[in-house]
């Protein structure tokens, strides 16, 4: 289809190694997830769904109410809210922050919000070093690589890959085992982690009613960046909002068990507010940043709006056949996926990679899977029509449209549909392989039509009556 | 004792009849008409389906017809981004089968676009939405008739040899089919069931996505069939012949000694 990566999705498909990286990775979290939502440990699992379902429904339709009493409870504990519509505002923000403390290193734990943003880049165009301490993510900034999977960013690479990115970039020999080289990443980290002015997380919830920043991770990584450095600053969706902190309990049994199939990461931090007289660790400075980004434009649409009920699990890739043959790379932008392909055309129009929501054949895997419920094969159709829409507007497409406008009436005049599938039985077989015929023959047989339709059969079937 | 006529049970028969439910499955008492949907795909490549759905159906006594003016649902457009182009040929269906008690179709995926994409495509036009609604219970898919209204497992069919199941997605997840395809199989002499892994996995055929993304939808058949080859069953089946022509054709162009039959195929077999 137009646009789409055709090159680099064969290539993808070609290369037998990260065919096989992909697809034993997402099969190993596939089967986690299955395990640990299964009936007997989790009865109420549809339950959670309905209830995180109707929980994210209700903050996202009341969204200015709870950032409200997020910033109220944030600033009552001794923190900053800043709110910051774009990637810009935010790099904004750090650097004068930076500028004023004399801040030179971030450390940085894994926030798909910030890949959204590139803040990476962004800072370093002004002299920080910002430094990614997830190991996943910390392999991907060696190796210059955007995350190919929400949860598990370097997913695509094997420990011989890890092996020459850090021999290529820290100087150390060719080391395949990988404990050892989680030893070599954390020799590297904790040097950072000492000497960091700033630390930089994501949230995965933002909690209204206590004014806490809840972050999980596997790696401990997170703990070290909201702990050691004296700033710590949050960057958050202001979709990362629920009302209560009782409402974690629904969320937290959710999201590890779809995304990794833990019942819950091995850290789970509840960050409300600088270090307080009395405390022995946390941060002098709290902020937290709320970014808009495009948020709000989402927000606008009452079907589409539910995209922002998405906790970031990743279940939806790692059950997408889609995602599973072209990896996370062939996507447009950060978010990879099913829930990728409906929120980049939300955030960079339609028209931007008008193929990506017709790249799913609409299996339902993902909405099948996805712990808040959200509808994505309905909202690829919606988004489906709403990219012929904005092509017909702009004058393209229109041979794809003609053919549907013949097809329609074809279909309401069954003399004619009869008479054009008996022509066609004779002809079809004559037909040159390009256009749709020939993409189909291009990995199939070309079925034959029959000699005699059923709609043949029964009108001599009743002829003897 | 129950059956006579006019008594109490009679009458609940009589009634449950009409919407869709009988008060006492599988009786040969009462059997309303069913207007056969063939779907467009089964019309023009895949007749036997249709005829094999008749015999079944016949062969429980059910009288069937075939409302000759039928064509298509409506799903290639309305997958391609066309509502509009959709909505017409959907409102053909509803004309032609607006007086038919049960419609039943030899797939899950059409009778889903019926059942549940038609009130989408009007929910701003009262009038034709609340026919598609009316329309929306009376459209059986084929096992699910079998099941549900027949109130049958057992069709008297036999097969000779082991066939594996195709959880066919729109079948599984928008009409939740999993169980009555793979109780109807268990019933038929000589066939063994050989379950595949993943058996709910995607074939990758998604209508234009096929064509518009041909790699890739290529490369989930050859997934699938790999699938069905550790399985050693020498036929697929499913309740969707048009994942069944993409598995037929990746497994011809494979050169792969496996068929695929649809269900209503297997169960005519004697």
Known sequence: MTGQPSETINQTLGDARLQLAIYSATNRLMTHRAGAVRADLLPDYQELRTEANQLKKHTIEHLDHYLELFEKNVIAHGGKVVYCSDSQEVADFVLGLAKERGAHLIVKSKSMTTEEIHFNERLEKHGLEAVETDLGEYILQLAHQRPYHIVAPALHLTRYDVAEIFSKNLGVENEVVIEKQTKIARAALREKFLHADIGVTGANFLVADSGAVVVVENEGNARLTTSAPKIHITVAGIEKLIPRAQDLGVFLTLLGRSATGQPLTVYTSFLSGPRRNGEIDGPDEFYVVLLDNGRTKLLADPEKRQSLYCIRCGACLNHCPVYRKIGGHNYPWVYSGPIGAIITPQFHGVLKDPWLPFASSLCGACAEVCPVKIEIPKLLLKLRSEVTDAQRRQGVGGVERLAFGIWAWVMTHPRIYLMLARIGGIFLPLLPKVGPLGKWASQREVPKLAKTSFHQWWKAREVPK | ?270
């Not at chain 2, 449950?16 to 089964?42: D, E, M, Q, W, Y």
């Not at chain 2, 064509?71 to 391609?80: I, K, V, Y």
């Not at chain 2, 009262?126 to 069709?155: H, Y």
């Open chain 2, 1 to 270: 004792m129950g059956e006579e006529k006019g008594n109490v049970k009679w009458q609940m028969n009589q009634k449950c009849a009409t919407i869709g439910f009988h008060a006492n499955p599988g009786s040969k008492a009462v059997k309303t008409r069913v207007s056969l949907f063939v779907t467009c795909i089964v019309d023009q490549v895949f007749p036997q389906v249709g005829i094999a759905m008749t015999q079944v159906l016949e062969r429980l006594g059910y009288p069937v017809d075939f409302p000759a003016a039928q064509t298509c649902c409506g799903q290639p457009a309305f997958n391609s981004g066309y509502p509009e182009e959709a909505g017409i040929v959907a409102r053909h269906f509803l004309n032609t089968f607006r007086d038919s008690e049960y419609i039943v179709v030899p797939s899950g995926s059409c009778a889903s676009m019926i059942v549940h994409h038609y009130t989408d495509i009007f929910a701003n036009e009262q009038k034709t939405l609340e026919q598609a609604r009316s329309i929306a219970p009376r459209v059986w898919e084929f096992s699910r008739f079998l099941i549900e209204v027949a109130g049958v497992e057992d069709v008297g069919a036999s097969f000779d040899g082991v066939v594996t199941y195709h959880d066919s997605c729109h079948s599984l997840r928008e009409m939740h089919i999993k169980e009555g395809p793979r109780r109807l199989l268990s019933k038929v002499q000589g066939l063994t069931l050989r379950e595949m892994e993943p058996a709910e996995e995607c074939c990758g055929f998604g209508g234009t996505f096929s064509v518009k993304f041909p790699e890739v939808s290529g490369g989930m058949a050859r997934t699938k069939i790999e699938s069905i080859l550790k399985t050693e069953a020498g036929t697929v089946v499913s309740v969707d012949s048009s994942c069944l022509m993409q598995i037929q054709g990746a497994i011809d162009r494979a050169r792969l000694p496996i068929r695929t039959m649809h269900l209503a195929e297997v169960l005519a077999g004697r």
